[in-house]
């Protein structure tokens, strides 16, 4: 059991419950859990996600694999967002898909529409705010009733507006723009006039500029709102804004390594009325983590820590802008993290313990009584996933990378140096978090007693406007050597035997591995799954919204891997999901093509049913597995790693 789900009113807990490639929603009440559960399932589509829309109704999405026939046949998947009772007994679309369209495509693109909840509008019993997405209907706001299923326009979107920030009560309250002016393309920020009705202009921001300027959410005071930001600063930083001076009056939160995300406040509902903070979440190094002002949470957490036995240690964190240092204490193996609660004379709270070496578990707290719901993964042995921890290295020209190091249990894989593995992530503007890896890659490799590194290269987002700006047009390049730096410095640190070292990555990190494979470089051999192998290709496909080719298509540049395909420096396993509509299959085809061709030592394998990830079965999870496990052991240019 997984997804775990707190009632805003407490009363009922929700979980995903998963019985091979089926998945069923759990309803419990919250103070009777050792009743047997409400059993909802789905024969057509699979439960992808649950959530509590109201106390006593549910917003679930369901996907299946989808063959779309319009001009060509184009595998890729469909999700759809449904409301039930808590009983599943009745089920309904919201929006659902328009009849009136005028031709057999628009009937068929209506049917693909997926609509959004804005708002969950807590203090009304049946109604929410949905947002249409623009396919067979008006990209707009509605009054949808969860009980009756009907819908009533709330606002219209104009054809530049880009997103919309709804309050508690359901009123549209802040909205972006896109337009442009004399400097280039831009992103307005603009609040409505409470007492005019009228959107106003407060922020612009250019796109090549890539600042971000958002209204998350009402302030605490008449007139102010919860604004991010990071214009001039290294990580984005929350304040309050007062709309009708039209300026900040005061910071809210910052934090000196981290990007501020969100205020928490009130309940489980993200959509909670204007109240005082609870706490203020940022992107920390388990995701998501929450700096709580409320002391009786912290205490909470501490609480449940040390029951698990659960230690803090320091840690030394570094300014990459400016080598600024400090010293934190964090949790060793694991975070413990509050997921949902609701306040009442003995408070219900709902936790969550996870970590790289700690297969996620889950808890209820009512009054004093902690309760285990379920673990994940419970026969994995935990030695087995080795012992993570955060560091920073040196790249060639200074700079300090930082990096999830995670090396294998000494009892069960005897005394290094071991074979080492560089795993870069995807995206690139992404990053890595020290949550357990549901993918089973930095698990399954670790267990084959393999060190495994993961760079936050340059060019990865939230570790700072610094270490984002610098991958940009350093594909291949100063990017690639961030990698290759690491792997030196798993040698240095004599952690890997220097002879075998391998890369394997996925998307991004597919191309990481393509590169590798075509430069000189540490590595004896290459995984690349579902990877970019032509960067001119990928950029002319993917960057024909202005916005997207403003703001990221300038940033890639350099090596591009193609041209060298017949050139391999190193053996290559190559792996493709044949329903992936992010990095399109011919990616992996056209480089694979062209290194087979001039007889280079390239493996190919195609997933059938496999999209840019998750798995669609099992199965298809452990064909991955396994080729990433047997290739290690056995390939890699013969010998295995």
């Known amino acids: 059991m997984s997804a775990f789900r707190l009632a805003p009113d407490g009363k009922h807990l929700l979980a995903i419950e998963s019985r091979g490639d089926t998945r069923n929603i759990l309803v419990w009440k919250a103070d009777d859990l050792a009743a047997k559960p409400t059993i909802i399932g789905s024969r057509s589509m699979r439960i992808e996600s649950a959530s509590f829309l109201k106390n006593d109704m549910l917003a679930v999405t369901l996907s299946q694999p989808y063959d779309a026939r319009l001009d060509t046949l ?40 997926v609509p959004a909840i804005r708002s969950r509008m807590p203090s009304d019993p049946d109604h929410v705010i949905v947002e249409s997405d ?47 002016d004399s400097k280039g393309l831009y992103v307005a920020t603009e609040i409505r006039n409470a007492e005019t009705g009228q959107w106003e202009e407060h922020f612009r921001s250019h796109v090549k500029d890539r600042d971000v300027v958002e209204i998350l959410s009402p302030g605490t ?78 205490a909470v957490i501490q609480g449940v820590a040390k029951s698990l036995g659960i230690e803090e240690t320091p840690l030394a964190l570094v300014d990459v802008a400016t080598g600024r240092r400090a010293e934190v204490k964090m949790f060793t193996g694991a975070s413990v993290s509050i997921t949902g609660f609701h306040n009442a004379s003995a408070p219900t709270i709902l936790l969550r313990v996870s970590g790289l070496n700690y297969p996620t578990e889950h808890y209820l707290l009512r009054g004093q009584q902690l309760t285990l719901l379920a673990r994940e993964f419970p026969e994995l042995d935990r030695r087995s996933l080795g012992k993570s921890s955060f560091v920073y290295y040196k790249a060639r020209d200074e700079l300090n990378i930082p990096a999830i190091l995670t090396v294998p249990d000494r009892q069960l894989c005897g005394a290094g140096p071991y074979p080492g593995v560089v795993h870069p992530h995807g995206g690139p503007w992404a990053r890595d978090t020290m949550g ?20 936050q290269f340059r060019g990865s987002a939230d570790w700072g406007r610094t270490l984002w700006k610098a991958g940009d047009a350093e594909w291949g390049q100063k990017m690639q050597d961030d990698k290759d730096d690491g792997a030196q410095w798993l040698v240095n640190e004599k952690l890997v035997d220097s002879k075998r070292i391998a890369i394997f990555g996925f998307s991004y990190g597919g191309y990481a591995a393509f590169a590798a494979a075509v430069r000189p470089g540490p590595y004896k051999c290459g995984i690349s799954g579902a990877g970019v192998s032509d960067i001119e290709r990928i950029t002319s496909s993917f960057y024909t919204n202005p916005f997207f080719r403003d703001r990221q298509e300038p940033t890639i540049r350099g090596l591009n891997p193609i041209r060298s395909a017949d050139k391999l420096r190193i053996p290559l396993m190559v792996y493709h999901g044949d329903r992936d509509q992010t990095v399109p299959l011919v990616q992996s085809e056209l480089f694979v093509n062209k290194a087979r061709e001039a007889r280079q030592p390239v493996e190919y394998h195609v997933l059938q049913d496999y999209g840019h990830g998750p798995a669609w079965t099992r199965e298809t999870t452990a064909k991955q597995l396994r080729l990433i496990s047997n290739y290690l052991a056995k390939g890699c240019g013969g010998g295995g790693l």
């Not at 606002?155 to 723009?177: H, N, P, Q």
């Not at 900040?248 to 501020?260: C, D, P």
């Not at 357990?436 to 760079?455: E, N, T």
């Open 221 to 298: 005071k008449p007139n102010t709102f919860v604004l991010r930001s990071n214009v001039g600063r290294e990580f984005a930083a929350l304040f309050e804004y007062d709309a009708k001076e039209k300026k900040i009056t005061s910071t809210l939160f910052e934090h000196r390594f981290f990007e501020a995300q969100a205020p928490v406040s009130g309940s489980s509902s993200e959509n909670s009325e204007a109240g005082d903070y609870d706490g203020f979440s940022y992107q920390g190094l388990h995701g998501n983590e929450v700096h709580w002002l409320n002391p009786k949470m912290e």
């Open 436 to 455: 357990f890896d549901y993918s089973g890659w930095v698990p399954l490799m670790v267990s084959r007693c393999h060190v495994v590194l993961q760079p």
């Open 74 to 113: 184009t595998k890729s998947f469909i999700t759809k967002l449904m409301v039930t009772d808590l009983a599943g007994k009745e089920w309904k679309e919201p929006l659902q898909a328009s009849e009136s369209a005028r031709s057999d495509l628009g009937r068929r693109l209506s049917a693909l529409a």
């Open 134 to 180: 623009g396919r067979g209907i008006e990209r707009d706001l509605f009054r949808y009733n969860v009980r009756t299923g009907t819908a009533v326009r709330v606002l219209r979107l104009g054809e530049d507006d880009i997103s919309v920030r709804v309050d508690g009560k359901g009123v549209a309250r802040a909205k972006t723009r896109a337009g442009s």
